[in-house]
T-cell receptor, first 117, second 111 residues
Framework: GAVVSQHPSRVICKSGTSVKIECRSL??????MFWYRQFPKQSLMLMAT?????????EQGVEKDKFLINHASLTLSTLTVTSAHPEDSSFYIC?????????????FGPGTRLTVT | QKEVEQNSGPLSVPEGAIASLNCTYS??????FFWYRQYSGKSPELIMF????GDKEDGRFTAQLNKASQYVSLLIRDSQPSDSATYLC???????????FGTGTRLKVLA
C-alpha cells in the first residue's frame, strides 16, 4: 500500500506555544489530505480536508485560526496548532488519497501524540 | 444524517476461529466500503475495500457486501491473537471524499 509519514511522532509543548505537524505522502501524489484528532477510547474525528493549492475545508466546530492547515505541495501538508492549551492534547493523524490510488482510498500516517503542559 | 453503525464489542473469539465483523450504512448511494484495523495507540491501517456486491478475498480476510440490505462485513479466518484490535468500517460520504466511520468493533482473539 501507499506510505504516509508524519513528523514528529510525539511532541510535548508548553501552554501558549505553537506546534507544527508535518504529513508527507512518500510514494504517491496526495491530491487530498485529511486531518483527524482522536481522544483516548474515542472514534476518529475529522478536523479538516485539504486539497493541494487550496484553502482547507474545516469541519463544524473546528477553529480554523487555531488549527492552521497548509497543503503546499502534492506530497506535504502541515497542521499548526497555535496557542496550544492542555485540552488540545490528543492524537493527531493525517491521511492522504490521490493519484494512482483507488478513488476514495485513504492511507493514514502513523500519528502524532501531542501533550500540552 | 448519514450513518455507519458497528457493534462496539468486544467480540471475543478463540484462536483459529472465524471472526465476523458487521457494519450497516444508511446512505443507499454509497458505492465503496473500506475496512481498517487500528491497534491501541496506533493509527488505522487499511485492510481492504469492496465496491461490488458479493465477496472479495485477500488472504485470511474476506469482505462481503450486500447493497440491497445495506451491510458490509469482514470475515477473518484462522484468527490469531495478533488480530486483536479495533476494526473500523468507513464509507465515503456521497459526493465527497470524506469518510463516515463506524464506532469500530473491538476484537479479542483468545490464545
Amino acid at each position: 500500500g501507499a506510505v504516509v509519514s508524519q513528523h514528529p511522532s510525539r511532541v510535548i509543548c508548553k501552554s501558549g506555544t505553537s506546534v507544527k505537524i508535518e504529513c508527507r505522502s512518500l510514494d504517491f501524489q496526495a491530491t487530498t489530505m485529511f486531518w483527524y484528532r482522536q481522544f483516548p477510547k474515542q472514534s476518529l474525528m475529522l478536523m479538516a480536508t485539504s486539497n493541494e493549492g487550496s484553502k482547507a475545508t474545516y469541519e463544524q466546530g473546528v477553529e480554523k485560526d487555531k488549527f492552521l492547515i497548509n497543503h503546499a505541495s502534492l506530497t506535504l501538508s502541515t497542521l499548526t496548532v497555535t496557542s496550544a492549551h492542555p485540552e488540545d492534547s490528543s492524537f493527531y493523524i493525517c491521511s492522504a488519497s490521490g493519484a494512482g490510488l483507488f478513488s476514495y482510498e485513504q492511507y493514514f500516517g502513523p500519528g502524532t501524540r501531542l501533550t500540552v503542559t | 444524517q448519514k450513518e455507519v453503525e458497528q457493534n462496539s464489542g468486544p467480540l471475543s473469539v478463540p484462536e483459529g476461529a472465524i471472526a465476523s465483523l458487521n457494519c450497516t450504512y444508511s446512505d443507499r448511494g454509497s458505492q465503496s466500503f473500506f475496512w481498517y484495523r487500528q491497534y491501541s495507540g496506533k493509527s488505522p491501517e487499511l485492510i481492504m475495500f469492496i465496491y461490488s456486491n458479493g465477496d472479495k478475498e485477500d488472504g485470511r480476510f474476506t469482505a462481503q457486501l450486500n447493497k440491497a440490505s445495506q451491510y458490509v462485513s469482514l470475515l477473518i479466518r484462522d484468527s490469531q491473537p495478533s488480530d486483536s484490535a479495533t476494526y473500523l468500517c468507513a464509507v465515503p460520504s456521497s459526493g465527497t471524499y470524506k469518510y463516515i466511520f463506524g464506532t469500530g468493533t473491538r476484537l479479542k482473539v483468545l490464545a
